[in-house]
């Protein structure tokens, strides 16, 4: 399973009227340190998130995996 989370454009504050440009696609076979580091990147303090460690507690992935399992892409100079 490879997980994928794109935080290509992100609305601020949970609303639509702004929105942030990370142009940036986060892969792991591991969805817990996927969601972690995620959250991490977008300024949320992962440890905030109780369904994070729920999940890493039910064995679903972890919060600090080894690097080679987590991998960040960040897209340059798209165009649509």
């Keep these: 399973v490879l997980n994928i989370m794109d935080m290509y454009r992100v609305p601020q504050n949970g609303t639509t009227s702004g929105v942030n440009e990370y142009k940036t696609l986060i892969l792991s076979a591991d969805i817990v340190a996927a969601e972690f ?8 303090g992962p440890n905030s998130l109780k369904y994070i460690e729920l999940a890493e507690q039910a064995g679903f992935g972890q919060t600090n995996p080894p690097k ?13």
């Design 68 to 80: 080679a399992s987590l991998r960040s892409i960040i897209l340059k100079n798209s165009q649509t």
């Design 37 to 44: 580091f995620t959250a991490k990147r977008l300024g949320i």
